[in-house]
């Protein structure tokens, strides 16, 4: 078996970065940015770029539906799916079972 070594958190790979650092990466939490303030590194949030947000909701759809195709005793061609979410995951999650053939609802906190 393959040793791994552990990096340690998020916050203390923090520490190590110098001022004049840039940080690229997904969410981080309000403690994490506070400190990437405190310690003059620019951070970019790469999920609010939408290509790039875009490219992350297309394998967690394909994801949803490889569980499906695998959890599930019957096809996914004509059974009824319910998405709860109508975001960037949602929408991709919803075209893809769609476009597995299934009949696909979606509920959303709004209709916009």
Do not use: W
């Not at 040793?3 to 990466?25: E, N």
């Not at 994801?63 to 998405?83: F, K």
């Amino acid at each position: 078996m393959a040793h791994r070594r552990s990096l340690g958190t998020i916050a203390a790979a923090l520490d190590l970065l110098h001022s004049d650092s840039i940080l690229f990466g997904g969410c981080l939490s309000a403690a994490n940015k506070e400190k990437t303030v405190r310690r003059g590194v620019r951070y970019s949030n790469l999920m609010e770029y939408e290509p790039m947000a875009l490219l992350n909701a297309i394998p967690t759809a394909e994801g949803a539906l490889c569980l499906a195709l695998e959890r599930t005793p019957y096809t996914i061609s004509g059974a009824a799916v319910t998405v709860l979410g109508f975001g960037r995951v949602g929408q991709a999650t919803a075209r893809l079972f769609q476009a597995a053939g299934a009949r696909v609802q979606v509920l959303a906190r709004s209709e916009e």
